[in-house]
Every structure is written in structure tokens, then in C-alpha cells.
């Protein structure tokens, strides 16, 4: 099942601990991975060298996790930002276009996403508990909520016949739902 980033926490929550949230999960799904595929988008400096890495994950879920630890420690260091990164790991080789990985994190937090059995996501959801992360971080792909573009101006009524649609996470329409409840 795909999972996607809870954006309520990675994008609307000032000092909400991204580092944190992506280097907990991505240690904890490389554990049913045995390849990766790492690219530094946005370097630092123009002599970031080499801005790409791929290959095998060490056999032992303890080296698995420092290696992973270290490969995001590598992408975080070399970015101008902490978001803007290339991160894939997944249980075949990454080399079929098209597929979306365990952990897919092709760009940014918008992008992001997990490709995961219940059972691994629940695992994954009691690892974030225990490193004091939200249960929720992720949303299953069908819980998410589009509606025709808001609004009653021009550009809305353009937007919403060519079929523009706004697009909320779980909790970001809790979060709105729960603010037009109070206006009233």
C-alpha cells in the first residue's frame, strides 16, 4: 500500500524535527530493503563530488541503519536545504522506471512516499512512538482529500473548469474543517 507524508507536520508545523522524522524512517524501512539510490539536489558548493550514490545495503539490520544514517548525514550536509534530496530504498534493484520504491523521496516532503505492507507500516508506525514522533506521520494514499479549487473570484471559477483541484492531507483538513467549525 502507498503511504504519503502527512505534510500537516513536515510543512505547516514550524520546528517540527524533519531530520529526525526522515532519519527515524528511513532506518526503519531499510530494514526490508536491500538496495539504495541517494542524489543531492540542490548542493552546497559546486565541488560536491560525486552528487549521486547507489548500490546494495549492508546484510545486518545494524549496519543497515548506520549505513543509512550516514548516506542521509552525507545528503544533509551537502544540501542547501534539508528537503530537497533523492533518497530510494527498496527490497529489488532500483532501476525500473516508474516504480515507486519502499521509501521514495524523490524531492521533497510533497513527494514523499512509503510502499509498505501493514504489518511494516505498523512496525514503522511503533518506531516513530518510541523516537517521540506522530503515529500519523504517513496517511494511507486513499485517506487523502482533493476538492474543486476554492473560491468565488474569476481565477477560481477558471481554475475549477479546468478541473484544478486543492488537495489536503488528513490532518490539514481536520485542521481546516476544525477552523470553520469555530468561525461559525
Known amino acids: 500500500m502507498h503511504y504519503l507524508a502527512e505534510l500537516y507536520y513536515l510543512q505547516d508545523?514550524?520546528?517540527?524535527?524533519?531530520?529526525?522524522?526522515?532519519?527515524?524512517?528511513a532506518t526503519a524501512v531499510a530494514h526490508w530493503c536491500g538496495y539504495f539510490y541517494a542524489k543531492i539536489i540542490a548542493p552546497i558548493t559546486k565541488q560536491v563530488e560525486p552528487l549521486e550514490r547507489s548500490g546494495s545495503l549492508p546484510e545486518s539490520l545494524q549496519e543497515k541503519e548506520a549505513f543509512v544514517a550516514e548516506l542521509l548525514q552525507?545528503?544533509?550536509?551537502?544540501?542547501?536545504?534539508?528537503?530537497?534530496?533523492?533518497?530510494?530504498?527498496d527490497d529489488k534493484p532500483l532501476s525500473q522506471p516508474g516504480v515507486v520504491?519502499?521509501?521514495?523521496?524523490?524531492?521533497?516532503?510533497?513527494?514523499?512516499?512509503?510502499?509498505?505492507?501493514?504489518?511494516?507500516?505498523?512496525?514503522?508506525?511503533?518506531r516513530w512512538r518510541e523516537e517521540g514522533l506522530p503515529e500519523d506521520l504517513f496517511y494511507p494514499e486513499s485517506q487523502g482529500l482533493c476538492i474543486p479549487y476554492p473560491g468565488e473570484g474569476i481565477k477560481s471559477r477558471i481554475l475549477r473548469a479546468l478541473g484544478v483541484q486543492q488537495c489536503y492531507t488528513p490532518k490539514q483538513w481536520e485542521r481546516k474543517h476544525s477552523r470553520v467549525v469555530t468561525k461559525k
Do not use: M, Y
Request: charged share 25%; glycine share 4%.
Open 13 to 25: 508545523q514550524e520546528g517540527f524535527p524533519f531530520r529526525k522524522a526522515v532519519t527515524v524512517t
Open 74 to 89: 552525507w545528503l544533509f550536509e551537502n544540501s542547501i536545504a534539508d528537503e530537497p534530496f533523492c533518497l530510494l530504498l
Open 101 to 126: 520504491a519502499k521509501f521514495d523521496h524523490h524531492d521533497d516532503a510533497g513527494c514523499w512516499v512509503l510502499t509498505l505492507s501493514d504489518h511494516e507500516f505498523s512496525e514503522l508506525q511503533t
